[in-house]
């Protein structure tokens, strides 16, 4: 129960004094807590953008590794129909893989190794442990796969070329 001024019989300076400073202490206890309140959402609203980074990454990961896999046994596939227009085919096809279709993976990959650095250093910021995505999804196997595509690329390029010469 408050103090009220009222109630007393004499309002001299110390009952005023103590009058403000018990409505100081409450308010301030309130506000206390209002800062605990809001120092906790934030928290909260950080871990949950960090853990929609996550989800994030591991679904552009399995993507592009998907996109990867599909390509590459195409790309590896060097059968022809021994004709020029079967390898002219061929090669409006690659043209068409290399102007409309790869550039757009290429933008995805640069924007998954970009998510995942920014991720690991919010992780950091906040005192957090690192992120770990899931087995086979490392930044280094998408890498190493985006590594294989372009060596069946180039593979399937040079054949191309020497198809057309002969």
Known sequence: MYLEINNSIKSDEKVVMTYVSSYYHAFSTTQKAEQAASRICKVLTINQENEQMMEEYERLASDLLEWIKQKRPWLENRATDNTLD?????LGEFRDYCRSQKPPKLSQKAKLETDFNTLQTRLRLSNRPAFTPNEG????????AWKGLELAEKGFEDWLLKELRR
């Open 86 to 90: 079967g390898t002219q085919a061929k």
């Open 137 to 144: 999804k490392l930044l280094a196997d998408i890498v190493d």
